[in-house]
């Protein structure tokens, strides 16, 4: 099986760009569809990005996802920050039925 | 709409087990995929295993193997989380999430079930 690597932490001003990388060790980033799940404290991950670019409906076009078979990573990008989007964020992909979890990324908005 | 209850917290002993249910409302239970997910104090998202109720046989995260068991009632479309030989480091937050397959996200999740392994 393979790990997905995050940053534990970045951190940018409101109306600022960041984003998160997610590394696999092993096998190609293309192979499996990569996930992105925001948790806020208290409560269950949702969402913001599936199947490695796409966005549910409901979450704003400020964030996108993208894969880069160079480095073997995948990144969440988030525009014009918000203070509402300080939240701990996680990678998922998959290798046959077993999921893989990255270790997540504390995102504070300062 | 989508729910997933999940059972109530629970404090155990060290060396016993636990079994959290996980209750599905307002959609087809059977054919989706129930992933287990758990998350210790501070600390990141760990995948347990999952199972397609329709299909029955579970698949289990390698750290967990022989030690969890996750099954699934589709007359109650209910499915349940046994974990045996507790030891401290259980100590976490147990979510059940549906997806639909899966290379699919987990798209619904329950509220989690805190258990707590102490002496």
């Known amino acids: 099986n393979f790990i997905l690597t995050q940053p534990h932490s970045v951190s940018e001003s409101p109306g600022k760009t960041v984003t998160i990388s997610c590394t696999r060790s092993?096998?190609?980033?293309?192979?499996?569809?990569v996930q992105w799940y925001q948790q806020r404290p208290g409560s269950a991950p949702t969402t913001v990005i599936y199947e490695d670019h796409q966005r549910p409906s409901g979450v704003p076009d400020r964030f996108s996802g993208s894969i880069d078979t160079s480095s073997n990573s995948a990144s969440l990008t988030i525009s014009g920050l918000r203070t509402e989007d300080e939240s701990d964020y996680y990678c998922q992909s998959y290798h046959f039925s077993s999921r893989v979890f990255g270790g997540g990324t504390k995102l504070t908005v300062l | 709409q989508v729910q997933l209850v999940q059972s109530g917290a629970e404090v155990k002993k060290p060396g016993s087990s636990v079994k959290v249910s996980c209750r599905a409302s307002g959609g087809t239970f059977s054919t989706y995929s129930i992933n287990w997910v758990r998350q210790a104090p501070g600390q990141g998202l760990e995948w347990m295993g999952r199972?397609?109720?329709?299909?029955?046989?579970?698949d289990y995260a390698q750290q967990f193997q022989g030690r969890v068991t996750i099954t699934a009632d589709e007359s109650t479309n209910t499915a349940y989380m046994e974990l045996r030989s507790l030891r401290s480091e259980d100590t976490a937050v147990y979510f059940c999430a549906r997806a639909d397959g899966d290379s699919s996200p987990c798209d619904y999740w329950g509220q989690g079930a805190l258990v707590t392994v102490s002496s």
């Open positions: 199972i397609i109720p329709l299909l029955g046989v579970p």
């Open positions: 092993s096998g190609s980033i293309a192979s499996n569809y």
